[in-house]
């Protein structure tokens, strides 16, 4: 029988198994609230009879990550962690500390398959999901390991959260839970590359998250050129489906766009985002890419100018401030790097 990785479960489903090894119900709530507060066996559950710890063990594990790189800003106190997780795999972490609160961006793969042309996360393509678990373990043992309380989290990080969906959804259920980290979903952005399905999703839960659309181009040539994922869902679909989010939900969607020289930098494009957005409220996050030494893009000089544009249509847009410049601390970077370097870490 394979074992059961326990800190993927809801309460009620840990609470049903407690009820079916003949345990009172409110057994559930001890062994959740432990796996929440990171304790890394069973043994540490000291409410627990030892026959109860020992009859959990048999059959449940508790995923618990290492840290096999750690790097801490000078300029910001960005930290940055490489995670390693029990299959030898590794995944990026980062927390930033801004004055609204500490945010972790979390990565939700084990790297990525969507083939975005400017990123580092999706070179070497995707290895697999993450289990709820391994997500909630991103914002667990950060926080536990800075000592800083999280506050925010965004999920940006590695991986596309729409092609991990199932778990993603329910780890999004147990950080939100008021038995564990209990992170209002106004706290947490989820980022997708424009998974429609996806989208219409979310929108169906209801949830009060932030949705961020990394759109990078507005027209459909730009877009496909960049983001492979525009073939499957072109430009026209996405935005219909944001415009679709905003009537059921009412929530302002954030676009993200990096600013790339020559390619999606130009005033027409400015107009044409505007143009597609109009209608709802949008805020355009305008990032100065980031370079990546495998790719062929190279940083916009145009970011001002970009943004001008936009508001003159009456369009917000702000400029991504960057932080951690001097750790890697962005886009699969760090990952990349220990990869090159080789060592200890699985891909
Ligand atoms: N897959 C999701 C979330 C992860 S990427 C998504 O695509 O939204 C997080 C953000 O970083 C995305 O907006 C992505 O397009 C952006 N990004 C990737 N590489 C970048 C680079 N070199 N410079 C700037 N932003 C980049």
Same mark, same amino acid.
């Not at 667990?140 to 999280?150: A, M, N, P």
């Not at 507005?218 to 960049?226: F, K, L, N, Q």
């Given at each position: ?16 198994? /407690? ?29 627990? =009879? ?54 972790? /961006? ?5 790297? /990525? ?110 877009? =496909? ?22 009537? $059921? ?25 505007? $143009? ?23 940083? =916009? ?6 943004? $001008? ?27 990349? $790097? ?10």
């Amino acid at each position: 029988m394979s074992m059961i990785d326990i800190k993927s479960m809801t309460l009620q489903e840990i609470t049903e198994a /407690c009820r079916q090894m003949g345990e009172p119900a409110f057994r559930g709530k001890q062994i959740f609230v432990w796996l929440h507060k990171g304790v890394t066996s069973f043994d540490e559950m000291s409410n627990l =009879s030892k026959a109860l710890r020992e009859k959990l063990k048999e059959r449940y594990v508790i995923t618990v990550p290492t840290i096999a790189r750690k790097q801490v800003s000078k300029l910001d106190g960005t930290i940055k962690y490489l995670w390693e997780l029990d299959d030898g795999n590794c995944i990026e972490t980062v927390l930033m500390q801004y004055h609204h609160g500490n945010t972790v /961006c979390i990565s939700s793969q084990v790297g /990525c398959r969507m083939g975005c042309a400017f990123c580092a996360s999706t070179i070497a393509g995707k290895v697999r999901d993450l289990q709820p678990s391994e997500m909630v373990n991103q914002v667990l043992f950060t926080q536990l390991d800075s000592g800083l309380e999280i506050s925010n989290i965004v999920l940006m990080g590695i991986g596309e959260p729409m092609d991990n969906r199932d778990n993603v959804m329910r780890f999004l259920e147990l950080i939100n839970h008021p038995d564990g980290m209990n992170i209002g979903m106004r706290h947490i952005s989820l980022s997708t590359c424009g998974v429609v399905p996806g989208i219409d999703a979310l929108a169906d839960c209801g949830l009060q998250l932030t949705l961020s659309v990394s759109l990078h181009a507005p027209d459909s040539e730009t877009r =496909s050129r960049i983001m492979p994922v525009n073939k499957a869902y072109d430009v026209e679909e996405l935005f219909a489906a944001c415009h679709r989010y905003f009537q $059921k939900t009412g929530r302002r969607i954030s676009f993200e766009y990096a600013m790339i020289d020559g390619v999606n930098d130009n005033d027409w494009q400015a107009d044409l985002i505007a $143009k597609r957005i109009h209608g709802m409220p949008g805020h355009v996050n305008l990032i100065p890419l980031n370079d990546v030494v495998e790719s062929p893009f190279k940083p =916009s000089k145009r970011i001002a100018a970009f943004q $001008k544009r936009l508001e003159s249509h009456g369009i917000t847009a702000t400029v991504r401030r960057s932080l951690g410049g001097d750790i890697d601390a962005s886009c699969g970077q760090l990952r990349r $790097k220990a990869m090159e370097e080789g060592g200890a870490l699985h891909t």
